[in-house]
């Protein structure tokens, strides 16, 4: 690859507001505080922040549910601070994302109110309605996200309306020219503003089978699984005519290459990889980056993480670009999922495999899941279906910064508890610290930017046995091996084509380069000196 676009070598870090910085002591992080520690994401490396939502909202859904797709929450900050943190984001030389949600917006949305007032207001359409079963019941067997009947019923306007997540979430009708109209122009608001992209919320929603046919019912569901996996997501999800809407997006974001900064969409998708490689559209012209989660679910095996990387490579469409995610706000953190001395693996692998990385806040720290006390919890998707360990809580909780007063993170009361480790685990302690995650997180971006093989370079596997993935990736005559222990046993080395020396461990204590031993949950970079 020649001429790399900054997405396609950089890195994506993940800034959950709530959680990241708060400067006005009322426990809830704020824009002013992201723009206070950016600085600590220039020192890290990374190139671009996507910002979960920012908007006016009622926060059932913590800003999932949207009131206003133009505006600020005052909880957050005014337009003035979300100008001044882009400014000082962009003199830094870091992008900035923002979060649309266009699926569905809040209920207190005033298109919404509008909507629901009567059957023949103008904005009616804007949204899903439709008349009971004959039975009076809801008009099919669809399933919210959150649990229970996706239809809720308005017995004023004597209709039921959907929603594919909460109630307070009713879906936007995208088959609706004036919606549709109206959504561009919200994007357009923050294009125009100068920021570099979006991530697109649940994006493989956006359209439904026009004739709202039962979903078939999963045969393989389970007590103790979540409600919504009874029904197959078949006629819900997933519809060809949802391609269009990401080819419009897409020529909107592309309108604004005249302006010298190329913007970005990323699609947040939960699909199999064969259907997700339709969200690239078929020439290039849906989103830059439909969302790969395939490592938040891996089997953590070698064996399993070449078959994945391998059939994911294949699967891509010519020019789609790859890109990896370990973690986000809505799954269990990478440290929890394989432990602390795997996370560091998990960090190499990453940050080393081809494509755009996207870091979760906390993630370089090692942070793990906070078990939130009943009494604590605030996710509705906790509160809903409890007990399950479907909570997103766990993996919000404060940044901790420092070993100050609730870390750095507050001057009052953490909306969501610190992890207890915050005395040890923060990032001035860690930054102290040369065999930190942090440390290695530093390495590791700094190598990347160092050696373009690590970012744009081919990806060949070397081995995926006896516990050990390896491979190796090469631009420009330049070649780099990685080789990852996965396991708890030292192993051998696998052989490799020429003379290499390693230039980073996972293990900070390692010395020199010419072990022919990886160390148990060792992962290693090696450079080819030909
Ligand atoms: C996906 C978001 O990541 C999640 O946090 C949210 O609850 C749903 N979409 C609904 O918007
Ligand atoms: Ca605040």
Same mark, same amino acid.
Request: proline share 8%; glycine share 8%; charged share 20%.
């Given at each position: ?26 426990? @809830? ?24 939502? @920012? ?151 956006? $359209? ?36 269009? *809407?990401a080819a419009e997006m897409r020529a909107l974001a592309d309108s604004y290459r ?37 490592? *938040? ?11 994945? @990387? ?61 078990? *939130? ?79 373009? %093989?690590?970012? *744009? ?18 631009? %420009? ?25 390693? $230039? ?20 290693? @970079? ?5």
């Amino acid at each position: 690859m020649t001429d790399p676009k900054w997405w396609q070598s950089g890195v994506i870090y993940q800034v959950y507001p709530r959680s990241f910085q708060d400067t006005n002591g009322d426990g @809830i992080g704020d824009l002013p505080g992201i723009e206070r520690r950016l600085d600590h994401l220039v020192a890290l490396g990374v190139d671009a922040v996507w910002i979960s939502p @920012i908007y006016p909202s009622p926060m059932v859904d913590f800003g999932y549910d949207v009131a206003d797709y133009t505006g600020v929450h005052p909880m957050f900050g005014t337009m003035a601070d979300f100008e001044s943190l882009l400014a000082a984001a962009h003199d830094r030389g870091l992008r900035l994302l923002l979060d649309f949600v266009p699926n569905h917006s809040s209920n207190q949305h005033p298109w919404f109110l509008e909507s629901r007032s009567s059957r023949d207001n103008p904005k009616r359409d804007w949204y899903i309605w439709r008349d009971p079963a004959p039975d009076g019941g809801p008009p099919n067997n669809w399933i919210s996200d959150f649990g229970g009947s996706a239809w809720e019923w308005d017995a004023a306007t004597g209709q039921y309306y959907y929603h594919a997540m909460l109630v307070e979430q009713p879906d936007l009708n995208w088959r609706n020219p004036g919606l549709r109209a109206a959504m561009l122009d919200a994007m357009r608001f923050w294009f125009d503003k100068g920021v570099d992209g979006f991530r697109v919320d649940i994006l493989w929603h956006m $359209i439904k089978a026009a004739d709202f046919p039962d979903n078939p019912a999963n045969p393989d569901w389970r007590p103790g699984m979540a409600d919504m996996n009874k029904v197959l997501q078949l006629h819900s999800t997933d519809q060809p005519e949802v391609f269009a *809407i990401a080819a419009e997006m897409r020529a909107l974001a592309d309108s604004y290459r005249a302006t010298g900064r190329e913007r970005v969409l990323i699609g947040e998708i939960y699909l199999p990889v064969e259907r997700l490689m339709a969200y690239y559209g078929k020439d290039g012209e849906g989103v830059h980056l439909p969302f790969n989660f395939q490592l *938040i679910d891996a089997y953590w095996d070698a064996r399993a993480l070449h078959k994945m @990387i391998a059939d994911y490579e294949k699967a891509l469409p010519p020019g789609g670009w790859p890109n990896w995610v370990l973690g986000n706000h809505d799954r269990p953190r990478i440290a929890t999922r394989v432990g602390e001395a795997q996370a560091r693996v998990a960090a190499m692998l990453l940050l080393t495999l081809r494509g755009t990385p996207t870091l979760y806040y906390g993630d370089e720290l090692g942070l793990a899941d906070v078990a *939130i006390p009943s009494d604590k919890v605030q996710d509705p998707r906790e509160l809903r279906e409890p007990g399950l360990g479907f909570g997103r809580d766990p993996v919000r909780t404060p940044m901790p910064w420092d070993g100050s007063a609730e870390a750095g993170f507050t001057t009052g009361t953490p909306w969501l508890p610190l992890n207890p480790d915050w005395p040890s685990r923060n990032v001035a302690a860690e930054a102290a610290d040369r065999g930190s995650m942090l440390a290695l997180h530093g390495d590791l971006l700094r190598l990347r930017r160092m050696h373009p %093989a690590l970012s *744009i370079g081919s990806v060949r596997l070397l081995q995926a046995e006896n516990d050990v993935l390896a491979y190796e990736r090469a631009h %420009a005559g330049e070649r780099i091996a990685v080789v990852l222990n996965l396991g708890g046993e030292a192993r051998p080395l696998p052989p490799l084509v020429g003379d290499f020396h390693a $230039i980073l461990s996972t293990c900070h204590a390692r010395q020199g380069g010419s072990d022919a031993l990886l160390a148990p949950n060792e992962g290693l @970079i090696l450079l080819a000196q030909d």
